[in-house]
């Protein structure tokens, strides 16, 4: 693989991509409704940047996924991956590909070397074993039976299952949920690895700091549309503040109860949320002016604060901003 020119084909191209599922027939076969998934869905994604696709569960983003990755027919709209397209050019796709699910079930008794084997089997030119062994750092587990290997373990092997053709476009779905915090960063020096020899990764998941870590551009949805594209930096730029402010009150509180009307007139103050588990989040460009402005408020309330702290603005924030909804909401 080798990285294409700024103006190159993009990789991985959607035009009008729309999902319509039938809800279900009532008596006489009739339909009682449809749930629209994706709802006229445009993206282009350059060769050799990871995108990341993220939204809460129902926003649409596993089925935009499945549509790009040939596992699902599109109601309508257009799908191109590398100049080609699922109807006439399967075979060729598959074999340019990789997909890594967010829990790949795979056969726990054979073992590390048996799995690859089996897999590399699938392609015409597939990548020689030890090297797959070393880019996921299991060559001393290669005669262990997958049912011996930790969580992070399995999930490497599926990403070696991924690379085995070295694919073009490499698709991951949530691939470091459930895992600790080491076995999540060697999940991000196989990608940054990848990445390094021309590769393009379309990435979903839930966890902040993996986006802005790893992703170029990423593209937030709810409720099956585009909402917000954007570097991570341009997206938290749009929030107007680079610092969050937050404050949990105690419980039962009076007549002067915060609002959010309040809260957005403090000092420098952009963006005001609560959440469920009754945590003020507030945005504010100059925090050593807005805290000041914020316990005099307080105080004035007759209010106690439980929790008071700051921190960066990231993603989770641009997200509720948009939505209303934190990013682990169903």
């Known amino acids: 693989m080798n990285h294409a020119a700024p103006d190159a084909e993009p990789a991985v191209l959607c035009r009008g991509l729309r999902k319509v599922y039938e809800a279900g027939r009532g008596s006489g076969r009739k339909r009682t409704g449809e749930v629209l998934a994706v709802e006229g869905l445009d993206l282009s994604i350059r060769r050799g940047e990871c995108f990341g696709l993220l939204g809460p569960n129902g926003s649409g983003k596993t089925t935009t996924v499945e549509m790009l990755e040939g596992l699902l027919a599109p109601t309508s709209g257009e799908v191109k991956l590398l100049g080609m397209d699922w109807a006439h050019d399967e075979s060729r796709l598959r074999e340019r590909l990789g ?12 073992t590390v070397d048996e799995v ?37 373990q399995k999930q490497r092997l599926a990403i070696a299952c991924a690379l085995v053709a070295e694919p073009e476009i490499l698709f991951l779905d949530e691939p470091t949920t459930g895992l600790d915090p080491q076995s999540r960063r060697q999940i991000w020096g196989l990608v940054a690895a990848y990445r390094a020899r021309g590769g393009t990764v379309v990435l979903t998941t839930h966890y902040m700091e993996e986006a802005q870590r790893l992703c170029d551009r990423v593209a937030i949805l709810d409720r099956g549309r585009l909402i ?29 109860a915060l609002d959010e009307a309040t809260l957005r007139a403090l000092p420098t103050v952009t963006e005001v949320h609560l959440s469920g588990e009754g945590v003020w989040a507030l945005a504010a460009v100059e925090p050593e ?37 934190a990013l682990h909401d169903d």
């Not at 107007?240 to 039962?252: I, P, R, S, W, Y």
């Open 99 to 110: 997909v890594a699910l967010q829990e790949t079930r795979l056969p726990e008794k054979l």
């Open 116 to 152: 690859l084997t089996l897999f590399r089997s699938f392609y015409q030119r597939p990548r020689p074993l030890e090297a797959l062994l070393a880019d996921v750092q299991l060559e001393e587990k290669r005669r262990a039976w997958v049912v011996k290997l930790s969580g992070g």
């Open 228 to 256: 917000r594209l954007g570097t991570p930096a341009e997206l938290i730029a749009g929030l107007g503040a680079e610092h969050v402010v937050e404050l949990e009150l105690e419980t039962g509180a009076g007549p002067g």
């Open 289 to 325: 002016r807005a805290v000041p402005a914020l316990r005099t408020l307080l105080q004035e309330r007759g209010q106690h604060l439980l929790r008071l702290g700051t921190r960066k603005a990231t993603l989770e924030d641009v997200f509720v901003s948009l939505t209303g909804r």
